[in-house]
C-alpha cells in the first residue's frame, strides 16, 4: 500500500523518537501488568495451599506444570488466532480465562479441579502473553525497539516484584479464598485495559525479491528459545520451592521470606531487563550481554543450593536472589530482541509465541520435573541440579557464537531497518 510522501506532523516526528508517546502503549502496559500481577500473585500460593492441604509436592510442582502446558499449547494457535481476530479481542477474551477461574480455587485442592481450573487459565495466560509481547513490536517504531521491550519486561518485573510476595503475605492476614477472589479481580483490570488498545490491522506482506534468501524460521531462533528456556527451567522451582525450601532456614518467618526473596528477585529482573534494552538500542543489535547474563544467573541459583546445604542465615538467600535475578530479566530481554532482529516484521506474532512458548515451556517443565525431585532428595541438591541445567544453555549459547557466525541474519528481517526510523504505520481511525 503506497502512502504520500508529506512531511511528518510534530506528533509523528515524536512518536519516532519518544518510545512513550507510541500509541495505544499505555493501556497495552496497564493490561500487561494486571496480567502478570494475576498470575504472580497466585503462583507461589496455589502449589502452597496444595501443600498445606495435604496433597503431595508432586501435585504441587504438577499444578503449575498444567498450567504452563496449556499456556505453551494455547501459544503455539496464537499466531494465526491474532491474525484472524485482532489484537483486542484475543487479549480480552484471555483476560477472562485468565482472571475469573482463579475463583475455582475456592472448592478445595483435590487434584481434578486443581488441574482443571490451572488449565483454564493457563489458556488465558497463554493468548494474553503472546499478545502482549507482539502488540509491543506494533505499536513502537523498531529504532526503539530495545526500549520498548526493556519497559514491558520493567512492567512484567514490577508487577511481579509486587505480587509475588504479596500473595503469601495476603494469605496469612485472609486466607486463601480471600487471595483467589484478587486475582480474579486483577484480572477484571486487565479487561478493561484491553478496550482501550488501538485496532491493529494484520500484518503487511513483506515483498518478495529475486535475490531473496529463506531460511527455515526455527533456524532463526533456536538458540535464543533454548537459552531462555534452560534458564527459566530454575524460575519454575524457585517461584515452587523456595518459599518452602526457606522453612528450613527459619521454621516460623520462612515461608514468608521466601515470597520476599521472590520479590526481590523481580525487582532485580526488572531493572536488569530495562538496561538490556538501553544497551541493544546504543549497539544496535541484540545479544551482546546474553552470555555474562547466562552465567549470574547459574551463579545465583549455585548459591540457592549452597545456602540451603550450608544452612547459612536465611538472609543471604537475598544475595542469592539478587544474582539470579539480575542474569534473569537480560536473558528475557536478549532473547525477545534476537527474535524480533532475526525475523521478518511480518513474523512478529511468531517470535512472541516462539519466545512465550521457551519462557512458559520452561517454568512448567522446571516445575513439574523439580516437584518430581523433591520426592526423592533434599531441596538443596534440587537448585544444584537446576544451576547445571542452566550452565547447559550456556554451552548451547557459546557453541552458536563460535559456529553460527554465517548463519543468514540478515535477510529480510530487521537487522538493516534498526539502522533507519521506521515510518508511522497508518492506522484505521473508529
Known amino acids: 500500500m503506497a502512502f504520500s510522501r508529506r512531511p511528518l ?22 493490561a500487561v501488568a494486571a496480567a502478570f500481577a494475576a498470575w504472580a500473585l497466585l503462583l507461589p500460593v496455589v502449589p502452597t ?42 487479549m480480552a477474551v484471555s483476560s477472562l480465562l485468565l482472571g475469573i477461574p482463579a475463583l475455582g480455587y475456592m472448592i478445595g485442592m483435590d487434584a481434578m479441579p486443581l488441574l482443571t481450573i490451572s488449565a483454564i487459565r493457563g489458556i488465558g495466560f497463554g493468548a494474553l502473553s503472546v499478545a502482549e509481547a507482539a502488540i509491543i513490536a506494533e505499536l513502537v517504531p523498531l529504532r526503539l525497539l530495545g526500549s520498548a521491550t526493556g519497559i514491558f519486561g520493567a512492567v512484567v518485573g514490577l508487577a511481579q516484584m509486587v505480587a509475588l510476595p504479596s500473595g503469601l503475605a495476603l494469605v496469612d492476614v485472609i486466607g ?37 534468501v529463506h531460511v527455515p524460521m526455527w533456524h532463526l531462533v533456536v538458540v535464543p528459545a ?9 524460575y519454575g522451582a524457585i517461584t515452587n520451592f523456595l518459599p518452602v525450601s526457606m522453612r528450613e532456614l ?30 541493544m538500542d546504543r549497539r544496535g543489535e541484540p545479544g551482546t550481554v546474553l552470555i555474562p547474563c547466562q552465567v549470574i544467573c547459574a551463579i545465583g541459583v549455585a548459591m540457592m543450593a549452597g545456602i540451603l546445604a550450608l544452612e547459612m542465615p536465611a538472609w543471604t538467600m537475598l544475595i542469592a536472589a539478587l544474582f539470579y535475578g539480575a542474569g534473569f530479566g537480560a536473558v528475557q530481554n536478549e532473547a525477545l530482541t534476537m527474535m524480533f532482529y532475526r525475523l ?38 534440587m537448585f544444584g541440579i537446576a544451576a547445571s541445567v542452566i550452565a547447559i544453555g550456556l554451552i548451547v ?12 541474519v540478515e535477510v529480510n528481517n530487521l537487522a538493516v531497518r534498526l539502522k533507519s526510523v521506521q515510518a508511522p504505520r497508518r492506522y484505521p481511525r473508529k
Not at 226 to 234: D, H, I, K, N, R
Open 250 to 279: 527459619d521454621p516460623v518467618t520462612g515461608a514468608a521470606l521466601g515470597g520476599l526473596m521472590l520479590g526481590v528477585m523481580n525487582f532485580a529482573s526488572m531493572i536488569s531487563r530495562y538496561i538490556a534494552g538501553k544497551i
Open 49 to 90: 495451599a496444595v501443600i498445606d492441604a495435604g496433597q503431595p509436592a508432586s501435585l504441587a510442582g504438577l499444578s503449575t506444570g498444567v498450567f504452563m502446558l496449556a499456556t505453551v499449547l494455547t501459544q503455539v494457535c496464537m499466531p494465526l488466532a491474532l491474525r484472524k481476530l485482532g489484537y483486542r479481542l484475543v
Open 397 to 408: 549459547t557459546l557453541l552458536d557464537r563460535q559456529l553460527g557466525r554465517h548463519r543468514v
Open 344 to 381: 521478518p516484521r511480518s513474523k512478529t506474532s511468531e517470535a512472541s509465541a516462539v519466545w512465550n512458548i521457551a519462557f512458559d515451556g520452561g517454568t512448567g517443565l522446571g516445575s513439574t520435573f523439580y516437584g518430581m525431585l523433591i520426592a526423592s532428595m533434599a531441596f538443596a541438591p
Open 226 to 234: 533454548l537459552a531462555l528456556m534452560f534458564v527459566t527451567t530454575a
Open 176 to 212: 486463601y479464598n480471600a487471595v483467589y477472589a484478587i486475582a480474579a479481580a486483577i484480572g477484571g483490570v486487565s479487561l478493561v485495559a484491553c478496550m482501550a488498545i488501538p485496532t491493529i490491522p494484520p500484518p503487511e506482506a513483506e515483498p518478495e525479491t529475486a535475490n531473496m
Open 9 to 30: 506532523t510534530r506528533q509523528e516526528v515524536d512518536s519516532l523518537t519518544n518510545v512513550w508517546r507510541a500509541r495505544g502503549l499505555i493501556p497495552v502496559l496497564v
